[in-house]
Structure formats: structure tokens, C-alpha cells
T-cell receptor, first 111, second 110 residues
Framework: NAGVTQTPKFQVLKTGQSMTLQCAQD?????MYWYRQDPGMGLRLIYY???????DKGEVPNGYNVSRLNKREFSLRLESAAPSQTSVYFC??????????FGPGTRLTVT | QKEVEQNSGPLSVPEGAIASLNCTYS??????FFWYRQYSGKSPELIMS????GDKEDGRFTAQLNKASQYVSLLIRDSQPSDSATYLC??????????FGAGTILRVKS
């Protein structure tokens, strides 16, 4: 049982490049989330998907897009990366929203 | 004002002591509260949830909730060096979302 998996684990981008962070869960959860974590800022919600086929903005959505490909997969895309998007990105899933299970994270550096 | 506030620490306690971590929240209608533990370089994991006023105990952990004061705390008894981590307080919002505090760093010294 892998839980929540994320790829890649590390990524370095140049300003203006694009990339997609992948997330998959095998717990049959309805809800999935993308967070970013910066020093001193805690976890901030970027986008979430309450169920397959729906997505909604979180606290910091600017510069990001998401796709809920199916019940298992939820991807996060940076269309034109900026240094301000240097962060650690976590994907999470939940059945009810009460307990969220997190993936191992992606450490992204934008130069 | 942040929705969920925590003292960033670090909070240093000797091994075997009680560690007390505190959290305040701004939305009076909040009903569900969580404590996540995050080791350095790792992802957060849920360790406690609490929904009613009072105390909830699970092993060495006790969560305390006071809705009138909008205050949540986590007590760790018999603290061990392995408890050294960042502890994140989270509050459930509408739409299955959580709002997290910035976290408190706990250091347990042997």
C-alpha cells in the first residue's frame, strides 16, 4: 500500500520554464489537495479537488493550474515558473477532509 | 490576524518532561481541530484530532480544546528525543479544507 506518491522528488527550473508535478493515491479517497510549504509560513493550500471532476482554488492559486485526471491522480502545473515559486510542494488526500494523508513532497527550486 | 497562530519556538524541554504546545484560531464557528507532526525533511502526519471541549488522551499525547477561548493545545508527557519535530495545528474549514498554523519546533534534549 503506497499511500500518496509524488513525482519528482526534486526539481530545478529556470525562470519561465514549465513543469507538472504528479500525485497519485491508492486509498480510494475522494478529496485531494496541493499545498506549498515555505519557512515560517506553514502549509498553504494552492488548489484542492473535493471529488473527481471538481477543482477549487485555495489560498495561493496564482501561477498554478491543476487537473484531477481521475479519482487517483491530481496534478499541479506551473506554466511559467518564477523564483517566488521555490518551495516544497505536498500533495495530500482525504476521504472526509478530517484526516489528510500527505505524500513525501517535491522540493522545487526556481533560479 | 492569521487564522491559526502558533508560537514558532523552538520550545526546548528536557527528556522526560511535559511539552506543552499551544494554538489559537480566529474563526469562532470552527468545530474540528488537528495536530500534525512533521519531522525535518519529511511530510506531516496526523497525531491527534479533537472536536469537543475538554481533553482527549492518546498514549503520551493529550489534546485540549477550549472553544470559548478559541484555544487548542497539545501536551506530550514523558517527552523523548524522538518527539523532536515541528508540530502543526490545523483547523477544518468548509469544503473539506484545513488551515494550518506555521508550526512550533519542539526540541527534546537528552
Amino acid at each position: 500500500n503506497a499511500g500518496v506518491t509524488q513525482t519528482p522528488k526534486f526539481q530545478v527550473l529556470k525562470t519561465g520554464q514549465s513543469m507538472t508535478l504528479q500525485c497519485a493515491q491508492d486509498m480510494n479517497h475522494n478529496s485531494m489537495y496541493w499545498y506549498r510549504q515555505d519557512p515560517g509560513m506553514g502549509l498553504r493550500l494552492i488548489y484542492y479537488s473535493a471529488s473527481e471532476g471538481t477543482t477549487d482554488k485555495g489560498e495561493v492559486p496564482n501561477g498554478y493550474n491543476v487537473s484531477r485526471l481521475n479519482k487517483r491522480e491530481f496534478s499541479l502545473r506551473l506554466e511559467s515558473a518564477a523564483p517566488s515559486q521555490t518551495s516544497v510542494y505536498f500533495c495530500a488526500s482525504s476521504e472526509t477532509g478530517y484526516e489528510q494523508y500527505f505524500g513525501p513532497g517535491t522540493r522545487l527550486t526556481v533560479t | 490576524q492569521k487564522e491559526v497562530e502558533q508560537n514558532s519556538g523552538p520550545l526546548s524541554v528536557p527528556e522526560g518532561a511535559i511539552a506543552s504546545l499551544n494554538c489559537t484560531y480566529s474563526d469562532r464557528v470552527s468545530q474540528s481541530f488537528f495536530w500534525y507532526r512533521q519531522y525535518s525533511g519529511k511530510s506531516p502526519e496526523l497525531i491527534m484530532s479533537i472536536y469537543s471541549n475538554g481533553d482527549k488522551e492518546d498514549g503520551r499525547f493529550t489534546a485540549q480544546l477550549n472553544k470559548a477561548s478559541q484555544y487548542v493545545s497539545l501536551l506530550i508527557r514523558d517527552s523523548q528525543p524522538s518527539d523532536s519535530a515541528t508540530y502543526l495545528c490545523a483547523v477544518k474549514k468548509y469544503g473539506n479544507k484545513l488551515v494550518f498554523g506555521a508550526g512550533t519546533i519542539l526540541r527534546v534534549k537528552s
